[in-house]
């Protein structure tokens, strides 16, 4: 079972990346337009937001399984923002 420690971590490891990714990008090609890198951005804080919220819920009976369901939804959501991100 994650630990909620680990879990945040991986959550704020991930994002931390892909907003980094975001930037990188924006800096590597100045000419082209920052709306659909900002975008990614702005989705990532959301899902980083959103995620840490599931993570703190104090009303869970099954921790185990929560807190796997929310690793799963993690490498989803941080999949999605790669893809989109390799799509620039």
């Known amino acids: 079972m994650p630990s909620k420690r680990l879990l945040k971590k991986d959550v704020n490891y991930v994002f931390g990346d892909i907003i980094d990714a ?10 082209e337009d920052t709306a659909k890198s900002e975008a990614i951005v ?5 899902d ?11 009303d869970v009976e099954n921790k ?16 999605e923002l790669v893809e989109k991100l390799n799509a620039l």
């Open 48 to 58: 980083y937001d959103e995620l840490i919220n599931k993570i703190n819920r104090r």
């Open 64 to 79: 185990k399984k929560h807190f796997t369901e929310i690793q799963k939804e993690l490498q989803d959501k941080a999949s």
């Open 22 to 31: 975001a930037y990188i990008h924006q800096m590597a090609n100045p000419k």
């Open 42 to 46: 702005d989705e990532a804080i959301r």
